[in-house]
Every structure is written in structure tokens, then in C-alpha cells.
């Protein structure tokens, strides 16, 4: 009997690696087409100041609509497109489409927006990242500090000795450099004075329960009182609740996203609200 059992959850997990390694080739197989058959799409998520509601910048997010596997999440697609090296020209696709945005908008109104992109660990280790940076913002006659590059702890953590003077490459561009997912990895306020990043974003997993623990509000406190030091800028992801607004304001941070502004917009939604004006305060 207990032979038979273990010969059954050896069935199930072997079936269930089965079942995700062919998922994995199917979405790669897709993902192969999705650029030129037009799938990818950005949708922008505003950030806001938190004082006022103010519209401030968005994040530009990945939405992919296959003819074949319906919408699939970034969760699914990231892994793959890393692991496959499709990540290379769906990235440039992100930086480009993201800068085109900016200087249409500009071009129609006059005003700069500010758009946040995702930078994957494959992505920043390529040799000539940089240098693909610069040429995007190039040609599409962008101002460098109009485009802010997001990273993970993760991708710094990987290879420090690496990854400082790449950042400073970066920064020297004139491109912002955001600390995404903060709190989720290894990284230490002790680091943060080793990276040369303007902003920094708390992770949704402090920003949930942050009216309610003492904990998380004492890494925000902490977080809060390190970035004047060092000068940088605090950004809360996930603000869902008028609880969490109200108690992040309390302790300081100046920006934040989240459902409870806006959710990620396609572009049209997303310009209309920029020309709007309106504070996204509910
Ligand atoms: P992220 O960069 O941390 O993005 C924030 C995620 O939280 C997004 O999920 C966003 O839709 C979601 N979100 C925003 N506000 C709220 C909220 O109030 N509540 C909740 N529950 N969720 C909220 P999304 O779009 O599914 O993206 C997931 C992750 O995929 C991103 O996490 C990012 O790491 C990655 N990603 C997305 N687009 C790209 C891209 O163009 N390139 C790369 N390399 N990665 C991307
Ligand atoms: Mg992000
Ligand atoms: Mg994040
Ligand atoms: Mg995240």
C-alpha cells in the first residue's frame, strides 16, 4: 500500500512537470510570433504623488493577447521569454513602443511624460544594453530623464561587482533608475548607498497590510527616513485601500500606484486621463 502510494504522487508530480514544461514550449512557440503578428501591447499603470493625486509618470506593462493561448499573464511570459532569449527583442519592443508614446504625447501637447519601464536580469547582463538604451532614446528624440528603468534587487544582487558600473553607465545617459520590488530579495539599506538608483519601490507585500502592522510600518518608516538621506524617491506599489493612502502618507512617502487610482490602461484610456488633468483621488 505504501508502495502505491508513493508510486502515485511520483505519477502526479512527473505528470504535472510534464504538463508545465509543454506549456512552457507552447508559449515559447507563440511568443516567437508575437512581435510581428502585433500581439504585444503596453498597458500604463499611472503613479501618482500621494499628497494630491497628481498624475506624476506611469509603468509601462507588458499585456500579451495570443491568437492561440488567449491572454497570457507577464508571470507566464517573462520566465519564458528569459529562458528562450526572446526577452532581448521584446525589451527593445518595450523600450521603443514606451518612447514612442513619449514624444507622440509631447508631439500633440507640448508635455513630457515620464514612463517607468521593467528591466529583466537577462536584459541588463547582454553586452551593449546600454548602448541599446541610448540609441532608442536617440532616435526617438526622447530626453533621457523622461524614461526611468525599473530592476530588481535580484538583478543587482547577482553580480554587484557587475552591476555598479552598468548603473552608472545608465545613469550618466540621464535615465532614471528605479529599485523595484523592494523588500521581496536580500537587498539591505546598506546597499541602497551602493547603487546609484533615484527612486525606490516598495513592494505590494509591505504596502498590503501597512495599516494594520507594525512591522511593515516600520520598514516604511525606516525606508522613509534612509531615502532623505540618501536622496531618493519612495514609490508604494499596490495601493488598493484608502487605509493604505492614508497611513503611507502619514509616514512619508511622496508617490505611490495601485487600483485604488488606477488600474493598468491601454493607451487611448491611459492619454485620456493624462489630458484630463483630473487628481486620480477617489
Ligand atoms: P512589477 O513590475 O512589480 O509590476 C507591478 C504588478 O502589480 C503589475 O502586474 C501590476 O499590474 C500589478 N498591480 C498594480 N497595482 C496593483 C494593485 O493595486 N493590486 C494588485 N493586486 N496588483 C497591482 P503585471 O502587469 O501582471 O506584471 C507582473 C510583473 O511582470 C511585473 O511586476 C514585472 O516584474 C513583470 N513585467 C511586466 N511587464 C514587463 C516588461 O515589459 N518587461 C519585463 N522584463 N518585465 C515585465
Ligand atoms: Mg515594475
Ligand atoms: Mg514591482
Ligand atoms: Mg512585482
Known amino acids: 500500500q505504501a508502495k502505491l502510494q508513493g508510486r502515485d504522487r511520483f505519477c502526479f508530480f512527473s505528470s504535472d512537470f510534464a504538463r508545465r514544461a509543454s506549456e512552457h514550449f507552447s508559449i515559447e512557440r507563440h511568443l516567437r510570433r508575437a512581435i510581428e503578428a ?3 501591447q ?5 503613479q501618482v504623488s500621494l499628497a494630491d493625486g497628481r498624475l506624476v509618470g506611469a509603468e509601462a506593462l507588458l ?3 495570443s491568437a492561440e493561448l488567449g491572454w497570457v499573464t507577464p508571470d507566464r511570459m517573462i520566465p519564458v521569454a528569459e529562458s528562450s532569449g526572446l526577452i532581448l527583442p521584446i525589451g527593445q519592443w518595450v523600450l521603443a513602443t ?3 508614446l513619449i514624444r507622440r504625447h509631447q508631439a500633440a501637447t507640448g508635455d513630457w511624460l515620464r514612463i517607468a519601464v521593467n528591466v529583466s536580469v537577462r536584459q541588463f547582463q547582454t553586452a551593449g544594453f546600454v548602448e541599446t538604451v541610448r540609441q532608442i532614446l536617440q532616435q526617438s528624440e526622447v530626453p533621457p530623464a523622461c524614461l526611468e528603468l525599473e530592476l530588481t534587487e535580484s538583478l543587482m544582487m547577482n553580480d554587484v561587482a557587475q552591476a555598479i ?6 545613469h550618466a545617459l540621464g535615465v532614471a533608475l528605479a529599485l523595484d520590488d523592494f523588500g521581496t530579495g536580500y537587498t539591505s539599506l546598506a546597499y541602497l548607498k551602493r547603487f546609484p538608483v533615484d527612486r525606490v519601490k516598495l513592494d505590494r507585500a509591505f504596502v498590503t497590510d501597512i495599516h494594520r502592522s507594525r512591522s511593515d510600518a516600520a520598514l516604511a518608516q525606516s525606508l522613509v527616513a534612509f531615502a532623505s538621506a540618501m536622496e531618493f524617491e519612495l514609490v508604494a506599489e499596490g495601493i488598493e485601500e484608502a487605509v493604505q493612502h492614508e ?3 502619514q509616514i512619508g512617502f511622496a508617490y505611490g500606484q495601485g487600483y485604488l487610482f488606477a488600474k493598468p490602461l491601454p493607451e487611448a484610456e491611459f492619454l485620456a486621463l493624462v ?7 477617489h
Open 165 to 170: 558600473p552598468l548603473l552608472e553607465e545608465l
Open 98 to 100: 514606451s518612447c514612442d
Open 63 to 65: 499585456r500579451w493577447q
Open 247 to 249: 497611513r503611507l502618507r
Open 275 to 281: 489630458r484630463a488633468g483630473q487628481p486620480l483621488i
Open 38 to 40: 502585433g500581439e504585444l
Open 42 to 46: 503596453l498597458y500604463y499603470q499611472p
